[in-house]
């Protein structure tokens, strides 16, 4: 199985960068790297996906490894709203393997 | 537009009843995804419908759990005999085609809990 590795938990200072490392040394070629986060008591949101080069979007940037087996979440400037569990995903066939993520915590 | 909607967004049941929870995915979205999560788990896939194909149920736990998925709409998910360990926040995922390059949207989630 396609699987992830994450840290359990994070900090970051409001409005200053965050770096969401990723490990999927087991990933194959035709795995899209997928990330979504999980506000409390809600459903999981999308945040970015890409296959091998860097992906930039309004919400994040997504830069992944030469060899494909890590990848780092990018928040440019981390809000409140920003707190959140953090899944970095791989496509295993049909299913998308979540893990438990990392959890953010944004300090004011 | 409407997102992915799931009810009841609570039940509560006696062990060893039925129930069955309902998603209506995005309107035109082909693929469909079920998922529970156990408290301070992360999730842990159930079933995919993707078009008229045979489904995928790898990931049901028991001969207990089953799902279907009508007029390639709605789906219900329904567990028999329920027990303790059932207790979850159950997911509804769907997704404009069933390729891994698709990203999904999530229900709100129904939480079971089985007394």
């Known amino acids: 199985d396609a699987k992830t590795t994450q840290p359990n938990s994070m900090e970051s200072n409001e409005e200053e960068p965050v770096h969401l490392p990723c490990n999927h040394s087991t990933i194959s070629g035709t795995d899209y790297i997928h990330w979504y986060r999980q506000l409390p008591s809600q459903g999981p949101e999308y945040v970015i996906h890409g296959l091998t080069s860097n992906v930039n979007n309004r919400m994040a940037s997504l830069a992944i490894a030469e060899d494909r087996k890590s990848s780092t979440l990018i928040l440019h400037r981390a809000t409140l709203r920003d707190a959140a569990v953090y899944y970095c995903?791989?496509?295993?066939?049909?299913?998308?393997?979540f893990g438990t993520g990392t959890s953010l915590t944004v300090i004011p | 537009g409407a997102g992915v909607s799931q009810s009841p967004s609570n039940k509560v049941t006696e062990k060893g009843k039925d129930v069955e929870l309902r998603c209506d995915p995005i309107?035109?979205?082909?693929?469909l995804y079920w998922y529970r999560q156990s408290l301070g788990q992360g999730l842990e896939f159930l079933i995919y419908?993707?078009?008229?194909?045979?489904?995928?149920k790898s990931g049901l736990p028991s001969d207990r759990f089953s799902a279907e998925r009508t007029g390639g709409s709605v789906s219900t998910l329904t567990i028999q005999r329920t027990q303790q360990e059932d207790s979850a926040v159950y997911l509804c995922?769907?997704?404009?085609?069933?390729?891994?390059?698709?990203?999904?949207?999530f229900g709100p989630g129904t939480r079971l809990t089985v007394t």
């Open positions: 419908f993707q078009g008229n194909s045979a489904p995928d």
């Open positions: 995903i791989l496509r295993n066939g049909n299913q998308f393997y």
């Open positions: 995922a769907s997704s404009l085609q069933g390729h891994h390059s698709y990203e999904q949207y």
């Open positions: 309107s035109g979205h082909t693929a």
